[in-house]
């Protein structure tokens, strides 16, 4: 089945810096690619997604590019801010709109933006 | 729209002990999953519906069953907890089968 990995699992940067994330998946058939914040307490409540077709995606501070011949995918976060302080997670699935998605997620990076 | 409400928030279970996690959505979504998170780790596929009468396995189903008579609801039954299924609990809704909208979670503790 498919494999997500994803790096860092800590990430800390000052207010104002850009912060990336970074995921790969295993199968190529793979063609949807959200991400997912979330904060203590809560459920991952979804900030961005890219499908296949696309190899970039903004979105005012936050970006997602994706490589399909490398079978990556990353999360680009500009000017953060204290509230963007939370776990991030990546996910991939198979499967066109319209099919159940079940997504593989990654094991979360927990970004920290300090003052 | 309340979006996706799961109850209880909290639940302390002891071993064999079973019990069901409501899942409720007023979005009218086809689509419904559960899924589990372990700490440090990402979520993974209990069990999803793509409507009212269909279920299927995702990952890791063992020790769970589910049912989903209406489009609103989808409990997850657990029957003779085990300490391994000690857990947050996620149920989410999709629209379109991919983009999916998740509760606040059940922490379960099993004892």
């Known amino acids: 089945g498919e494999n997500v990995e994803q790096h860092p699992s800590t990430l800390s940067v000052q207010e104002g810096d850009s912060a990336v994330i970074k995921c790969t998946y295993s199968?190529?058939?793979?063609?949807?690619f959200p991400w997912y914040k979330q904060e203590l307490g809560k459920g991952p409540q979804l900030i961005i997604d890219?499908?296949?077709?696309?190899g970039e995606k903004k979105d005012q501070r936050i970006a997602v590019t994706l490589n399909k011949t490398a079978k990556h995918f990353s999360l680009h976060i500009t000017e953060t801010q204290p509230e963007d302080s939370a776990v991030y997670f990546c996910?991939?699935?198979?499967?066109?709109?319209?099919?159940?998605?079940?997504?593989?997620f990654g094991t979360g990076t927990r970004l920290q933006v300090t003052l | 729209n309340a979006g996706v409400t799961q109850t209880p928030k909290f639940r302390i279970l002891k071993i064999g002990q079973s019990m069901t996690l409501q899942c409720a959505q007023d979005?009218?979504?086809?689509?419904m999953y559960w899924y589990r998170q372990d700490p440090g780790m990402g979520l993974k596929l209990i069990y999803y519906?793509?409507?009212?009468?269909?279920?299927d396995k995702g990952e890791v189903p063992n020790g769970y069953n589910v049912s989903r008579s209406t489009t609103e609801d989808f409990p997850l039954r657990l029957e003779l907890a085990a300490p391994s299924q000690t857990s947050v609990y996620f149920c989410?809704?999709?629209?379109?089968?991919?983009?999916?909208?998740f509760g606040n979670g059940t922490r379960l503790t099993v004892t």
């Open positions: 519906s793509v409507g009212a009468g269909i279920t």
């Open positions: 996910a991939a699935s198979i499967g066109p709109t319209g099919t159940a998605s079940k997504l593989t």
């Open positions: 989410a809704s999709s629209l379109t089968g991919q983009v999916a909208h």
């Open positions: 199968d190529s058939a793979s063609n949807y």
């Open positions: 979005m009218n979504h086809n689509y």
């Open positions: 890219i499908r296949s077709n696309v």
